[in-house]
């Protein structure tokens, strides 16, 4: 070995004799074998290789670039004694070479052989990935087992690369240049020396440190310190938490709190939230019904919104309690998750944990003002915003809208559908008829703006008085005769001349009718006409003006007292007719 070779030249200090001298000589190179390591002394350095005296008849040379450092400099001067491998020995021809590299190499298999003898520990730095595991240089380059890097399977290797751990040497085999580590032996190894300590401290409510060891979406692994305790997610946070993978990562340190454990099942329970006060406590301080709050929305459901208001409280905001005017289908349409938002409490109840939010209540309710602002009677202008089969929408303000009925439109008119009058974004005047606050109701009124016809048809239409207008309708029971705009009256079959005739043949509709009127019905809106009454009237003026000229004239005869009295006879039958009638 290195360290068992002298320098030669001290060895023949204190030699006496020239045969005792020779002998040590010839002994000393009989001793020299190629593989074997010796001490050398530098004597010279060339620029190719370095000279190094072992005490042989001849000096040996190494290459130069085994003495180079990172900047090409020799890193050896002349009179250093230094290791050396000799690599080839020609006694005859007396050259010999030599090498440092192999020598300190040599050097190295010898300490890790000494190491693998008493089981101790080497240092090494992962080099690389290889098939299997990794290559590790402690010296010369040595095997890790992909089994043996961690006491768990290690999902990224690359992570491994480059650093730097200690190992224990499983197998070793110098004439192969076979070495095989293990670091999860020495984690074992540790990790059993501090279960037995950490078992030793574990106690209910204790709060201790820990590494989190995995991650699942049920919770998180901790390494108590050779003992693994589970941290639930529901144990994680007093709020909302997804997923653990949002808050830990792999080797993250924690402080954690001891809910439970087993000894003999080797379960752990552990806590987090547990480590400050539950906010609920003090809820009702913090959040008292009617108080403005403002929070983040976390999640949206179909019927509602649920607002974070401090981390473990969250309210729920309904739809129903969105907005004052609109109808919100979903409350997406209302807010986005992330967003903040200001709310009012509704309801509080800490014992089952929820809060009722409101948003609309944060703004006064426009329906509590819009009665004292368009009191009923008002005339107020506004846009068509929606046409339907029973009336139309008009904008008011604040996203109310008026509802006009299809039978506010005219007072006249008769409208199977709005559209047939009015299309969307028109702009009109209406009058408001009526405000359900309640029912958040707002009615108004077209055909209000002006007035109705009828409430002067018995003026206009006076019954007795003879009208003229144009046939709209024939049917079996009359014929319908239009007056004015929307105003029609009725000639029942009964009061045509002769109510036995085909009506469709004796009238046709757009010609002109005289008619008499017999009655007005306002509350119903009728007028009652009769043909046949026009004609009876006509012949009674006749006979009566009749009369009044031949009482003018004194009765020459009989027969003309006769006559007179068969005239006044008629008339009282027609009198009478008509009375019946």
């Given at each position: 070995m290195a360290n068992e070779n002298l320098d030669v030249q001290?060895?023949?200090e204190g030699v006496e004799t020239m045969e005792e001298l020779l002998d040590l000589y010839e002994d000393s190179f009989s001793r020299f074998q190629e593989g074997e390591v010796v001490t050398g002394r530098v004597i010279s350095i060339g620029r190719d290789s370095v000279i190094v005296d072992i005490g042989y008849k001849s000096e040996g040379a190494v290459p130069a670039e085994e003495f180079k450092d990172e900047n090409g400099e020799i890193t050896v001067k002349k009179g250093d004694k230094i290791e050396v491998m000799i690599e080839f020995w020609d006694e005859d021809e007396e050259e010999v070479v030599l090498s440092k590299e192999k020598a300190e190499k040599q050097k190295v298999w010898d300490e890790i052989a000494e190491i693998h003898e008493k089981d101790g520990i080497v240092?090494?730095?992962i080099i690389n990935?290889?098939?299997?595991?990794?290559?590790?240089?402690?010296?010369?380059?040595?095997?890790?087992?992909?089994?043996?890097?961690?006491?768990?399977?290690?999902?990224?290797?690359?992570?491994?690369v480059g650093k730097k751990f200690k190992f224990k040497v499983l197998k070793f085999n110098k004439r192969r240049s076979n070495i095989v580590l293990s670091r999860r032996v020495i984690l074992e190894s540790m990790r059993q020396e501090q279960r037995s300590a950490t078992l030793e401290e574990l106690e209910i409510g204790r709060v201790m440190t820990g590494t989190v060891k995995n991650i699942t979406e049920y919770g998180v692994f901790i390494d108590l310190g050779g003992v693994d305790g589970l941290l639930h997610i529901t144990d994680i946070s007093w709020g909302r938490v997804k997923h653990p993978s949002e808050l830990f990562a792999l080797g993250d340190e924690i402080e954690v709190k001891i809910l439970s454990y087993d000894l003999e099942k080797e379960r752990v329970s552990l806590g987090m939230k547990q480590l400050t006060p539950d906010p609920w406590e003090t809820a009702a301080?913090?959040?008292p019904v009617g108080s403005k709050v403002k929070g983040r929305v976390v999640s949206l459901t179909d019927y509602g919104a649920f607002v974070?208001?401090?981390?473990?409280?969250?309210?729920?905001?309904?739809v129903s309690e969105m907005s004052w005017t609109k109808k919100v289908k979903h409350p997406s349409k209302m807010v986005s998750v992330g967003e903040e938002v200001e709310a009012v409490v509704l309801d509080l109840k800490p014992e089952s944990r929820r809060i009722s939010l409101g948003m609309k209540q944060v703004e006064p309710n426009p329906w509590d003002l819009i009665s004292d602002k368009y009191p009923v009677g008002t005339i107020i202008e506004g846009k068509i915003k929606n046409i339907t089969d029973f009336g139309l929408f008009i904008g008011i303000e604040d996203d109310i809208d008026g509802l006009v009925h299809i039978s506010d439109i005219s007072w006249t008119k008769r409208i199977k559908h709005p559209g047939e009058v009015y299309k969307k974004g028109d702009t009109v005047?209406?009058?408001?008829?009526?405000?359900?606050?309640?029912?958040?109701?707002?009615?108004?009124?077209?055909?209000?703006?002006?007035?109705?016809p009828w409430e002067s048809a018995p003026e206009t239409y006076k019954v007795g008085s003879k009208i003229s207008g144009k046939i709209t309708n024939i049917t079996d029971f009359g014929i319908f005769v239009e007056l004015e705009e929307g105003v029609e009256g009725l000639v029942h079959i009964s009061e045509v001349e002769n109510e036995k005739k085909d009506l469709s043949k004796e009238y046709q509709i757009g010609s002109d009718l005289e008619a008499k009127v017999m009655n007005v019905n306002t509350e119903e809106r009728r007028i009652g006409l009769s043909v046949k009454r026009l004609g009876m009237d006509d012949d009674e003026a006749i006979l009566k003006d009749y009369m009044k000229k031949i009482e003018d004239v004194p009765p020459t005869s009989a027969f003309g007292?006769?006559?007179?009295?068969?005239?006044?006879?008629?008339i009282k039958e027609k009198e009478e007719a008509r009375n019946k009638q």
């Open positions: 001290d060895k023949f240092e090494g730095i990935r290889v098939k299997g595991g990794f290559s590790v240089d402690i010296g010369v380059q040595a095997f890790l087992p992909g089994s043996q890097a961690d006491l768990r399977p290690i999902k990224n290797m690359d992570v491994m301080q913090q959040y974070e208001l401090e981390e473990g409280i969250e309210g729920l905001i309904h005047q209406a009058v408001v008829l009526d405000i359900d606050k309640e029912n958040e109701r707002f009615s108004l009124g077209i055909k209000q703006t002006q007035p109705d007292e006769m006559l007179k009295e068969n005239i006044e006879e008629k």
